[in-house]
C-alpha cells in the first residue's frame, strides 16, 4: 500500500499529480517485472516492461485526475495493463515443447480429463497443463500416471529436449511399439503397466543421464543390445515382460546400477554378465536361466531366484583369464622375459607383479608362431597360384562369408580367345573349368577365400517354421499366374491362401540374377533375415528349401507398393492424404534407422525403393528385401532402369555400396513421396 498526502486542496496542480503518480507506476511495475519475471528471459520482460508503462502512462495523461478516485481509477488501469504483461511475459513455452505436447495429445486421442491440454498451439506453462511442470519456458517433466490414458506416445517426443522425467505408468497405453524418438534427455523414465509390445526402442541407449528405467508389465518381447552408454542407470525395472533369449552383454556396462528387476520373462542362458554389477537388490524369477549363481549374486540379501533351471552343485572354477594363478606352463621359465616388469597383469590377491604371467606369455608365443606360419604359408601359396591368379581389384574391404563367396564367383570372366588369347587381370581363379561343378564346395581347393562359402548353418539356428514344396504349390496354385503379385530384384512373388483362410506372400528367388550362387548359402540368408526383428520390416515368417527349390515366406501386405499406390492410381483409388505420406516416411525412415544403428553390425539394405515399401490396411510402411545386402548383384542388376534412380553415384561409379548410399537411397524415396513423380522418367 502506497498513500500519497497532496497537501490542501489546491496547493498541488493536476499536471503535478499526474507526473508523480506515472513516476510512481513506473517504480512499481519495473519492481514487478524484474521479481515475476525469469531469469532466461529477463531481458525480454524488461522489454515488455517498458511497453507496459508507456501504455500505463498514456492512459494516466488521458484520464483527469480527480482527486483519490481519479489516481485510483488510474492506477487500475495500469495495473490491468501490468497483470496482462506479466501473464504474456509468462505465456512463451518454448515453440517445440507446444508442437511435441499438441502431438502427443492428439495420439492419446483428445483425452478430455487433461485439463487445459488442446491439440494447436496453446500455452503449456502459461496455462498450467495438466501434469506439466515447467522451468522458464521449457517442459521438464510429464507425470500422467493412472490416468486412463490410451493411444501412445507422440511420434516427435524428441522435440523435448528439456524434458528429464517422463511418467505414463499405469494406463492404457501402447498396442504397439514404443515410439522410437523419445526424449534424449531424460533422468527418469516410467513407461510401466501399458501395453507397449515389440522392441525397446534405440534411442533409450541414447539417454546417457538416465537413472531410472520402468518398462514392466507390457508385452515386450525383444530388448536391444543397447546399454553400453547408460553408465548412469541406477534403477532398471523391466519384469513382467515376454522378453527372451540372453542378457545382453553391454549390461556389463551399467556400472551404477543398484536395483534389477527381470522376473517374470523368459530369459535364458546365464546371469554371468551380471557378476561384477554393485547390485544390491536382484530378483531374476521366473525366467528360463540355467548354470551357477555367481558367488558375488549370492551375497544380495534380497536376492529371488525361484523357478529358472539354476544348479545346485559348486560352480566351476572361472576361466583362466580371470584367474589370479594362471594354469603354470614351460613358458615363464624362460629367462629373458621377467625384465619387461608388466604391473598390469590380473592380480587375485592385489600385489603388484613385476613380471609376464605364464599365460600371457604363452599366449604371446603362441600367436606369434601362428602368424608366422600363416606368413610363410601364404608365401608358399603364392607362388603357386601366380599363373593361375591374379589381383582383384575390386576387393577393397572384407565381406561376409555369403558376399566374399558370391564376390569370388562373380569375377570369373572367360574372354574369347579369337585371334588372341589373354586373361583379363579381374580372373581370381583357375578358368579351366571341372567337369562337373558341385556347388558345395569351392571352386579352387587351393582358394582359402572361397572356404567359408562352405560355412553350414544349424538348422535349429532358425526360429520361424520350414514349409513344404507341396503345401505352398497348393496355396500358390502351382505358382500360377492367378496367384502371381509382382516380380521384383530377386525373383517373382505369389500370394498364398492356406486352408486355414491364412494369406501370406512367396518369394521365388530367381538365381539367373545370381550366377553360380550354392544352394548350401540359401540356409544362412534365411538365419540373417529372420534376426531382423522391427514393425515396419516386412516380415518372414517361413521358408522352404526342398527339392533345390529356395523360397521365402512373408507376411501379406494388402495396400500393395508404395510404387503401385503413387504411379498406379485409377478412378476408384484415393489420393495418398499429407498425414499417410508423413506416416509412410517416418515408418520407412525408423526401419532404415534399425538396420543401421540398432542391428550389429550394421545392415546396408542397398535396395531401398519405393516398390520394396509395402503397406499395410492402415498405410503402415513394410521394408522388403532386407538382409539381402550380401546378395552382390551382377552387372545387370546394378545397371538396370528399375534401379537407377534410386543409386547413389558413388555406387554408379564404384559399385561399392554403404550406409550413405542407403541414405541416398532414402533421400529419393522421399522425393517420390513428394512430388508423386518416379524419379527416372523417360
Not at 500519497?4 to 493536476?14: A, F, M, N, R, Y
Not at 543390445?225 to 519384469?239: V, Y
Not at 551404477?256 to 531374476?284: C, E, H, M, R, W
Not at 551382377?634 to 548410399?661: H, T
Request: proline residues 6%.
Amino acid at each position: 500500500k502506497y498513500t500519497i498526502h497532496w497537501g490542501k486542496e489546491g496547493h498541488v496542480s493536476t499536471e503535478k499529480k499526474e507526473k508523480v503518480m506515472i513516476y510512481l507506476f513506473r517504480s512499481i511495475s519495473y519492481w514487478a517485472l524484474q521479481r515475476c519475471c525469469c531469469v532466461p528471459r529477463a531481458s525480454a520482460c524488461l522489454q515488455t516492461g517498458a511497453a507496459v508503462t508507456n501504455a500505463a502512462a498514456t492512459t494516466t495523461a488521458t484520464t483527469k485526475m480527480r482527486g483519490r478516485r481519479g489516481g485510483a481509477a488510474a492506477i487500475g488501469a495500469a495495473l490491468l495493463f501490468l497483470a496482462a504483461a506479466s501473464l504474456g511475459a509468462h505465456a512463451n513455452t518454448d515453440s517445440n515443447d507446444v508442437t511435441a505436447l499438441n502431438v502427443f495429445y492428439t495420439t492419446m486421442n483428445h483425452p478430455p480429463q487433461l485439463k487445459n491440454w488442446v491439440s494447436q498451439n496453446g500455452d503449456p506453462c502459461g496455462q498450467s497443463w495438466q501434469g506439466i511442470t515447467c522451468s522458464g519456458s521449457r517442459v521438464t517433466a510429464i507425470n500422467l500416471p493412472g490416468m486412463s490414458l490410451n493411444g501412445t506416445l507422440g511420434y516427435n517426443m524428441n522435440l523435448l529436449t528439456a524434458l528429464v522425467q517422463l511418467d505414463m505408468s499405469n494406463n492404457n497405453l501402447g498396442g504397439s511399439d514404443i515410439p522410437y524418438n523419445l526424449p534424449p534427455n531424460l533422468e527418469k523414465l516410467n513407461l510401466a503397466g501399458n501395453h507397449f509390445t515389440g522392441t525397446t526402442p534405440y534411442s533409450i541407449s541414447q539417454m546417457v543421464a538416465l537413472k531410472d528405467l520402468n518398462l514392466a508389465h507390457n508385452q515386450l518381447s525383444t530388448i536391444s543390445d543397447m546399454f553400453n552408454q547408460l553408465t548412469n542407470l541406477t534403477t532398471m525395472d523391466i519384469s513382467f515382460n515376454t522378453f527372451s533369449g540372453n542378457i545382453p552383454q553391454s549390461f556389463n556396462s551399467i556400472t551404477s546400477l543398484k536395483t534389477l528387476y527381470l522376473q517374470n520373462n523368459q530369459f535364458s542362458g546365464t546371469i554371468d554378465v551380471l557378476a561384477n554389477l554393485p547390485l544390491t537388490d536382484l530378483n531374476v524369477a521366473n525366467n528360463q536361466f540355467t548354470g551357477w549363481v555367481p558367488d558375488k549374486l549370492k551375497k544380495i540379501s534380497s536376492l529371488q531366484t525361484t523357478g529358472n533351471s539354476f544348479s545346485n552343485g559348486p560352480a566351476p572354477p572361472p576361466p583362466p583369464a580371470t584367474n589370479p594363478t594362471p594354469t603354470p606352463t614351460p613358458m615363464p621359465q624362460r629367462p629373458a622375459l621377467p625384465s619387461s616388469n608388466d604391473n598390469n597383469g590380473p592380480s587375485g590377491s592385489g600385489s603388484k607383479h613385476s613380471k609376464l604371467q605364464g599365460g600371457a606369455i604363452a599366449g604371446i608365443v603362441i600367436c606369434l608362431l601362428v602368424l608366422g606360419a600363416m606368413f610363410a604359408f601364404f608365401v608358399i601359396k603364392r607362388k603357386s597360384w601366380k599363373l593361375s591368379r591374379g589381383r582383384d581389384p575390386e576387393q577393397k574391404e572384407p565381406l561376409s562369408p555369403l558376399a566374399s563367396g558370391f564376390k569370388q564367383m562373380k569375377s570369373i570372366k572367360i574372354i574369347s580367345t579369337t585371334g588372341k588369347d589373354q586373361f583379363q587381370k579381374t580372373v581370381s581363379m583357375s578358368l579351366k573349368p571341372p567337369t562337373k561343378i558341385d556347388l558345395h564346395k569351392s571352386f579352387d581347393e587351393n582358394d582359402l577365400t572361397t572356404k567359408s562359402v562352405t560355412r553350414k548353418i544349424s538348422l535349429s539356428s532358425i526360429k520361424i517354421p520350414a514349409y513344404t514344396v507341396a503345401d505352398l504349390q497348393i496355396a500358390t496354385g502351382s505358382f500360377s499366374a492367378d496367384h502371381f503379385i509382382s516380380e521384383g530384384s530377386f525373383g517373382r512373388v505369389f500370394r498364398a491362401q492356406f486352408n486355414d483362410q491364412k494369406v501370406l506372400a512367396v518369394k521365388k528367388i530367381n538365381f539367373s540374377a545370381f550366377p553360380g550362387y550354392p544352394s548350401d548359402l540359401f540356409i544362412e540368408l534365411v538365419a540373417n533375415i529372420s534376426r531382423l526383428n522391427h514393425p515396419n520390416l516386412a516380415e518372414l515368417v517361413g521358408y522352404c528349401a526342398e527339392h533345390g527349390q529356395c523360397l521365402l515366406v512373408y507376411e501379406f501386405y494388402q495396400n500393395g507398393s508404395l510404387c503401385d499406390l503413387l504411379n498406379l492410381v485409377d478412378d476408384q483409388s484415393k489420393p495418398l492424404s499429407w498425414s499417410s505420406r508423413v506416416k509412410i516416411a517416418l515408418g520407412s525412415a525408423r526401419a532404415l534407422e534399425y538396420l543401421h544403428e540398432t542391428c550389429s553390425p550394421s545392415v546396408i539394405h542397398k535396395n531401398f525403393k519405393s516398390s520394396n515399401i509395402l503397406l499395410d490396411n492402415e498405410l503402415n510402411p513394410h521394408l522388403s528385401d532386407s538382409g539381402y545386402g550380401d546378395l552382390i548383384p551382377n552387372q545387370e542388376f546394378q545397371e538396370s532402369e528399375e534401379n537407377s534412380g534410386y543409386r547413389a553415384p558413388e555406387v554408379a561409379m564404384s559399385g561399392q555400396y554403404s550406409l550413405k548410399s542407403d541414405v541416398y537411397s532414402f533421400g529419393v524415396v522421399m522425393l517420390e513421396l513428394l512430388t508423386g513423380r518416379k524419379p527416372f522418367d523417360r
